[in-house]
């Protein structure tokens, strides 16, 4: 007697049996705990580089190609690897063995489990619409920003984090703010920096944003080169 298999049971039993291994045993409420990681340099926004690109639409994308994103390694420019289930996983796993000569400093996850859970989390979240707020975020202080995750406008400053002077005496710098008060930093704890996006600060009001676990450092952020100099006056 001949047995009869449905043959929408045969597809179901070898689209299982082609799918990627992480796809059938992946967590991605644990993966969203493990991007947490990689919120330092990489957001899930549209066009909203940090250190390293935006990875939005991170899937079927070419590795190196981000238009808004200019400081990509040639390694990576040059690989011609289209990013999917698999070339992620690859890469997650140890960038430097996956494409040599790339310079992000991510030493890879080795645990396959865990970057089946990160995948997961990031094959839906990285679609348009579905990043989630709390991937987003980061730690505050303040008001303001403590590094990772998502960068702050500063076009909308409290009066707290808006900078009105900076002087420098001996090894210190003394930053006043616009609320009539100001801080001591020792002279290698604040960073200067500049952010000129559509969200960077107002010329001649440059940001507060502290930094480090226990509050002693900052960036100060200028809306241009040309004004961390100028705004810095050499005054005991």
């Not at 340099?41 to 939005?56: D, V, W, Y």
């Not at 604040?190 to 509050?215: H, I, N, Y």
Request: glycine letters at 8%; a neutral charge.
């Amino acid at each position: 007697m001949k047995r009869c298999y449905p043959v929408a049971a045969i597809a179901m039993s070898l689209t299982a049996l082609c799918a990627p291994t992480w796809a059938q045993s992946s967590d991605a409420a644990r993966g969203e705990r493990m991007y947490r990681a990689c919120v330092a340099c990489h957001s899930l926004e549209p066009n909203r580089n940090m250190t390293g690109p935006s990875l939005a639409e991170l899937w079927n994308r070419q590795a190196g190609s981000l238009p808004s994103f200019p400081r990509y390694s040639p390694a990576l420019k040059s690989a011609g690897i289209i990013w999917n289930d698999d070339t992620l996983d690859e890469w997650i796993k140890d960038p430097q063995h996956f494409i040599p000569g790339n310079t992000m400093t991510f030493p890879g996850m080795k645990d396959a489990r865990q970057r089946a859970d990160l995948l997961a989390f990031l094959k839906d979240a990285t679609r348009p619409g579905h990043a989630p707020k709390t991937a987003q975020g980061g730690n505050q202080m303040g008001g303001m920003m403590m590094g990772g995750g998502r960068v702050p406008n500063l076009k909308k400053l409290d009066p707290e984090d808006r900078v009105q002077s900076i002087n420098h005496c001996g090894d210190t710098y003394k930053v006043a703010t616009a609320d009539g008060k100001a801080r001591d930093f020792w002279e290698r704890n604040p960073r200067f920096k500049t952010d000129v996006s559509d969200e960077g600060p107002q010329k001649g009001a440059p940001a507060l944003v502290g930094a480090g676990m226990m509050g002693d450092r900052a960036d100060v952020i200028f809306a241009s080169p040309e004004e961390i100099s100028a705004f810095i006056v050499q005054q005991c």
